[in-house]
């Protein structure tokens, strides 16, 4: 009888408080959907753009420089075709790799950008949760199911919104 009493007693003195606040946030979203994600993103897409338009012109001419080659492979002797075939393939091979390295530009260009926009989100983010007194937020990406009020994407974006509009580029 002891124990019960005493185990009522220390329950109703500190009650039981083991329910974290746990919230979900869609980072993907929020890189996309805000304002300095579209800001972001509309640059890089122009990026892509001029350097698409300008490989796109570099290829039309290896192709134009392949068919002329090969219109006059029963003109030319074997040794100077030979040479043009190695110095076109030398060109092709200088045009792959110019592209791959217009590329891997790009994408390095993306997750600085990227990297920017978390380094400005993360304060807002803590502030956030400080002031609705959260105990975690998880990505959206390690969640199977969750309902949908523990999202709170929207309340973010809207913050990093008002917060900041677009990054130096």
Do not use: C, W
């Not at 009493?5 to 329910?19: A, D, E, G, H, K």
């Not at 012109?57 to 219109?71: A, G, R, V």
């Not at 590329?103 to 956030?128: F, G, M, Q």
């Not at 949760?129 to 990406?141: F, H, R």
């Amino acid at each position: 009888m002891k124990k019960i009493f005493f185990y009522f007693l220390v329950l109703s003195i500190f009650p039981l408080n083991t329910f974290a606040k746990i919230v979900y946030i869609d980072l993907n979203l929020i890189l996309n959907n805000s304002d300095v994600g579209k800001f972001v993103n509309s640059h890089i897409e122009k990026i892509k753009k001029e350097n698409y338009s300008k490989y796109k012109q570099q290829e039309n001419k290896l192709i134009e420089k392949e068919q002329l080659l090969i219109s006059q492979k029963n003109i030319l002797n074997e040794i100077e075709f030979n040479k043009k075939i190695v110095a076109l393939t030398e060109e092709v091979k200088k045009y792959r790799s110019e592209r791959k390295d217009s590329v891997d530009r790009i994408n390095e260009i993306k997750i600085d950008y990227t990297k920017e926009i978390l380094k400005s989100l993360n304060p807002i983010i803590a502030k956030y949760v400080d002031l609705n007194s959260i105990s975690m937020v998880i990505p959206k990406k390690n969640i199977i199911v969750g309902r949908k009020n523990l999202d709170i994407t929207d309340q973010i974006i809207k913050l990093l919104n008002d917060n900041i509009k677009k990054i130096n580029l």
